[in-house]
C-alpha cells in the first residue's frame, strides 16, 4: 500500500510537481487549491490526482477539507505545506491587506493543515511533513519584507516541529527554493527576471521537477535520520550554513 499523501496547491507550478513526485513514488496523492478551478480540472484530466479546493489561510476549511480526504484515501503519512503567494511592495508603501494576506496564505496555512494532520502522525508514529520555505526566507529580500518574514517563520516552524515530531517517527523538514520557472515568476518584470538569472551560478531558473524531487526524497521513508533540515535548491545563488 503506498502512502498517503497531501500536497497544499498541488495543482500548479511547484506544487504540481511535487504532486506528480509523489505519484511516481507509489503515493496516493491529493492536491488542494484556492480557486483557479480550470487548472484544478486540467491537472485532474491529466494526472488522474484528486483535487480538493478550499483557502488553506482558514483554520476552519482545512479542519473540513482534511476529514473529506482522509475519509477518502485514509490518514495521511505525507503533508506537504507548498500552497503560497506573492504581495509584493517596498515596506515603506506595503499596506495591511499586503501584510496580511501573505502572512495568512504563507504561514497561518502551515499551521492550519499541521495541526490537522500531525497528531495523527504521532499517533500512529510515523509521518513526514514538508514545508516549502524560499531564499527569500533565508536571506530576505527587498520588495518582499511580508513574504520573507513568512518564508523565515516557516523555518522557525520547521525547526520547532521537527524537535517535537522526532520521538514520534515524524520528521518536518523544508525545501528552499530558489527562482524556479512557474507563473509566479513568470509575474515578474522581464528585466527584473534577467537581473535574477544573472545572479544565479548555474546560469538558470530551476524547473519544478527539481523541486519536486527533493520533496520525494525528504517525505520517503529512508529519509527518516533527516528532520528540521532545510534544503536549499537554488543553483547556488545563496549558500546558507
Ligand atoms: P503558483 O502560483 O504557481 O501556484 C500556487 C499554488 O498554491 C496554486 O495551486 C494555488 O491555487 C495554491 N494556493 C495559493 N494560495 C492558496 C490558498 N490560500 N489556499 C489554497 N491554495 C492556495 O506558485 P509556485 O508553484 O511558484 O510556488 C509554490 C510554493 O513555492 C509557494 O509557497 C512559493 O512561495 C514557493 N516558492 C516559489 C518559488 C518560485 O520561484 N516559483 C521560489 C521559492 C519558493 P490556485 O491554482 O487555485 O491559485
Known sequence: ??????????????GRAISLALKNNGCNV??????????AAQFKSETDINVYKWDVGDYDAC??????????QGPTDILVNNAGITRDGFFHKMTPAQWSEVIRADLD??????????????ERGYGRIVNITSINGQKGQM???????????MIGFTRALAQEGARKGVTVNAVAPGYIATDMVAALDEKVLQGIVAQVPVGRLGAPEEIGDCVAF???????????AVLSANGGQYIAA
Open 30 to 39: 491529493a492536491a488542494t487549491y484556492a480557486g483557479n478551478d480550470e487548472a
Open 1 to 14: 500500500m503506498g502512502k498517503n499523501a497531501i500536497v497544499t496547491g498541488g495543482t500548479r507550478g511547484i
Open 143 to 153: 520588495g518582499q519584507v511580508n513574504y520573507s518574514a513568512a518564508k523565515a517563520g
Open 109 to 122: 496555512s502551515v499551521f492550519n493543515m499541521s495541526r490537522q494532520i500531525f497528531p495523527g502522525m504521532r
Open 63 to 72: 479542519q473540513g477539507g482534511v476529514a473529506e480526504i482522509e475519509g477518502a
Open 218 to 228: 525528504l517525505a520517503g521513508e529512508g529519509a527518516g535520520f533527516i528532520t528540521g
